[in-house]
């Protein structure tokens, strides 16, 4: 349990990091990023037990530290004063991405897809952007996606020596253990669509905040309700940034890359999610992490879009400066639903 926390410790510095390489004038969005990925109460006992999540999520956050760095991110303004991207001699090298795959692959099935549609993203946007040859594009491909097949191919033949080819991925032989493990299209034909994908969502939407157990202890409906609330404003401060205030998120070639490289894992997740829905009934939060870190950034930026408005009204310089600070501050609430979700949900109910 304590190397799963060290891996979740990890998970956090790499939502910092992304964050901050891909904005590094707004350190802020950051801390906020890191914190609001450090204090979901669920992610919290999910990376103090013992399971490969917390590694999983790790290698996956340090291949997008790699990728958004791979399209040149941080960025600096340069002696014109004109922001441009990192040195190409000092972005990794293909390489890293392809072998941070491979490491990825042997951790757990969920990130599959989203390391792989990072990787990809960040090679193909930066051969589209800066205009390189199919040569140039072939050989990144060949470096990425050979380490990646190399070192995830350990994994897959040894899956095949021991549940039988083709099944290198452990599917069939999960599908046979899992008698009696309820349905999707058993769920809908009792329920009916309607109440189907409302269970869907309700039951997503509190698992991923803190569902604990074997989903066998929620929190109380109040508490899901107040981060709703939460969430609502959140969602009106990104409007007012992506609406009003859009020109004050001025982005170059590199950091709009690494917004695609963040989307794409985004839809990767939802992506996965759906896919293991179909056919059993897996309404488990938890299944959307690999795009918490994408998800923390959406949440920093909806801090920092009310700063924007609110600023405008403020009376002096150190008001301004004091203010900057909200979207960290606005997540004040959540080490402290984290703290009492333990003492008053997980101990009682689990402990």
Do not use: C
């Given at each position: 349990?304590?190397?799963s926390?060290?891996?979740?410790?990890?998970?956090?510095?790499?939502?910092y990091?992304?964050?901050?390489?891909?904005?590094?004038?707004?350190?802020?969005?950051?801390?906020?990023?890191?914190?609001?990925?450090a204090?979901?109460?669920?992610?919290?006992?999910?990376?103090?037990?013992?399971?490969?999540?917390?590694?999983?999520?790790?290698?996956?956050?340090?291949?997008?530290?790699?990728?958004?760095?791979?399209?040149?991110?941080?960025?600096?303004?340069?002696?014109?004063?004109?922001?441009?991207?990192?040195?190409?001699?000092?972005?990794?090298?293909?390489?890293?991405?392809?072998?941070?795959?491979?490491?990825?692959?042997?951790?757990?099935?969920?990130?599959?897809?989203?390391?792989?549609?990072?990787?990809?993203?960040?090679?193909?946007?930066?051969?589209?952007?800066?205009?390189?040859?199919?040569r140039?594009?072939?050989?990144?491909?060949?470096?990425?996606?050979?380490?990646?097949?190399?070192?995830?191919?350990?994994?897959?033949?040894?899956?095949?020596?021991?549940?039988?080819?083709?099944?290198?991925?452990?599917?069939a032989?999960?599908?046979?253990?899992?008698?009696?493990?309820?349905?999707?299209?058993?769920?809908?034909?009792?329920?009916?669509?309607?109440?189907?994908?409302?269970?869907?969502?309700?039951?997503?939407?509190h698992?991923?905040w803190?569902?604990?157990?074997?989903?066998?202890?929620?929190?109380?409906?109040?508490?899901y309700?107040?981060?709703?609330?939460?969430?609502?404003?959140?969602?009106?401060?990104?409007?007012?940034?992506?609406?009003?205030?859009?020109?004050?998120?001025?982005?170059?070639?590199?950091?709009?890359?690494?917004?695609?490289?963040?989307?794409?894992?985004?839809?990767?997740?939802?992506?996965?999610?759906?896919?293991?829905?179909?056919?059993?009934?897996?309404?488990?939060?938890?299944?959307?992490?690999?795009?918490?870190?994408?998800?923390a950034?959406?949440?920093?930026?909806?801090g920092?879009?009310?700063?924007?408005?609110?600023?405008?009204?403020?009376?002096?310089?150190?008001?301004?400066?004091?203010?900057?600070?909200?979207?960290?501050?606005?997540?004040?609430?959540?080490?402290?639903?984290?703290?009492?979700?333990?003492?008053?949900?997980?101990?009682?109910?689990?402990?």
């Amino acid at each position: 349990r304590l190397l799963s926390l060290v891996f979740g410790a990890g998970v956090v510095l790499a939502a910092y990091f992304v964050v901050a390489r891909l904005l590094p004038r707004h350190k802020i969005l950051a801390l906020a990023a890191a914190a609001f990925v450090a204090f979901i109460p669920q992610h919290v006992a999910i990376l103090a037990s013992v399971n490969n999540d917390s590694l999983a999520e790790m290698l996956l956050g340090i291949v997008l530290v790699v990728a958004v760095t791979y399209l040149g991110n941080p960025t600096a303004p340069d002696y014109n004063g004109t922001i441009v991207p990192l040195d190409e001699s000092r972005r990794p090298h293909a390489a890293a991405l392809g072998g941070l795959a491979g490491l990825a692959y042997l951790t757990k099935l969920t990130i599959y897809l989203p390391v792989t549609v990072a990787v990809a993203v960040a090679i193909l946007w930066r051969w589209r952007q800066e205009r390189r040859d199919a040569r140039w594009l072939a050989g990144q491909i060949a470096w990425a996606g050979g380490l990646a097949l190399i070192i995830g191919g350990a994994w897959w033949v040894r899956n095949g020596l021991i549940y039988g080819w083709p099944d290198v991925l452990g599917q069939a032989a999960h599908e046979s253990v899992v008698v009696g493990q309820l349905r999707t299209v058993d769920l809908i034909a009792d329920l009916g669509p309607g109440p189907y994908l409302k269970a869907l969502l309700a039951t997503t939407f509190h698992s991923f905040w803190g569902q604990f157990g074997w989903m066998g202890v929620p929190m109380p409906p109040r508490v899901y309700l107040l981060i709703g609330v939460f969430l609502v404003w959140d969602t009106v401060g990104l409007a007012l940034l992506l609406t009003r205030f859009r020109d004050r998120l001025p982005l170059i070639p590199s950091q709009r890359g690494g917004l695609w490289v963040l989307a794409g894992v985004t839809f990767a997740t939802l992506f996965d999610y759906a896919y293991y829905n179909l056919t059993f009934v897996q309404f488990q939060g938890r299944y959307l992490y690999p795009a918490l870190i994408p998800l923390a950034l959406v949440i920093a930026l909806g801090g920092w879009g009310w700063v924007l408005l609110i600023e405008r009204w403020l009376p002096d310089e150190r008001a301004v400066k004091a203010l900057a600070w909200l979207p960290l501050t606005a997540l004040g609430w959540m080490p402290l639903l984290t703290v009492a979700a333990l003492f008053r949900f997980v101990l009682p109910n689990l402990g």
